[in-house]
């Protein structure tokens, strides 16, 4: 009865290659968030999606693109890798009508 | 601009004893205000929520926070901490009404549990 899962929880690769992290929520929100987190565990915004539509899509490179399929599920796609994207990635998840957000367990990216 | 403060990097306590971690934050408007906690290798999670009414809030795990308007803050408080206790606490806040709006952090207070 997980709300919010994400697939993998760690992800090892090399620089240059392209990986996916999966997020589902079964809350039935209609809002979706990554966030990244970073060394010093400081979390900020990268996107949000309402009802499969761009909300926030902050200064990140276009390397990482969302991709909501429907409002349960919004994917993360990385090009090109680089040392400095590893980290942490967290989706979340809230209802339209109050900004009350539901994180999963995080998927912890290393980048060689 | 927008932003939270945790004044406390760190924070021991010993086990039994009460908690207060302080949060701070500068916003246009009163926000919604959020406390969280990561435990290690964990996710976050939800610990208790401030939208409106009364300003003293009740969460899980035994923790309650305490919104104070004129101070713009929203401290977090145990009266008898537990090991279980010891993890990293981030205060977030939120605007109000707009989906998809992004939550803001505090830079995190870890906090330890001495026996």
């Known amino acids: 009865d997980t709300a919010v899962s994400q697939t993998p929880k760690y992800l090892v690769t090399q620089m240059g290659n392209d990986k996916s992290i999966k997020c589902e929520q079964n809350?039935?929100?209609?809002?979706m968030y990554w966030y990244k987190q970073d060394s010093k565990k400081f979390l900020k915004i990268m996107f949000s999606?309402?009802?499969?539509?761009?909300?926030i899509n902050e200064t990140v490179p276009n390397r990482f693109s969302p991709k909501s399929p429907d409002k349960a599920h919004l994917n993360l796609h990385i090009n090109s890798l680089e040392l400095g994207d590893s980290a942490v990635y967290f989706c979340?998840?809230?209802?339209?009508?109050?900004?009350?957000?539901?994180f999963g367990p995080g998927t912890r990216l290393t980048v060689t | 601009a927008q932003s939270v403060t945790q004044p406390d990097i760190h924070i021991t306590v010993s086990e039994g004893a009460s908690l207060e971690l302080r949060c701070n934050y500068s916003y246009g408007a009163t926000p919604y205000l959020f406390w969280y906690v990561q435990s290690p290798g964990q996710g976050l999670q939800l610990l208790l929520k401030y939208f409106s009414g009364d300003t003293l809030v009740q969460g899980i795990k035994g923790f309650e926070a305490e919104f104070k308007r004129s101070q713009s803050s929203f401290n977090l408080r145990k009266p008898s901490v537990h090991w279980s206790d010891a993890a990293e606490y981030f205060c977030?806040?939120?605007?109000?009404?707009?989906?998809?709006?992004?939550?803001?952090f505090g830079k995190g207070t870890t906090l330890s549990v001495s026996s």
């Open positions: 979340a998840s809230s209802p339209t009508e109050r900004n009350e957000q539901y």
């Open positions: 999606y309402n009802n499969k539509e761009l909300i």
């Open positions: 977030a806040v939120g605007a109000r009404g707009q989906a998809g709006t992004a939550l803001i």
């Open positions: 809350l039935g929100h209609d809002t």
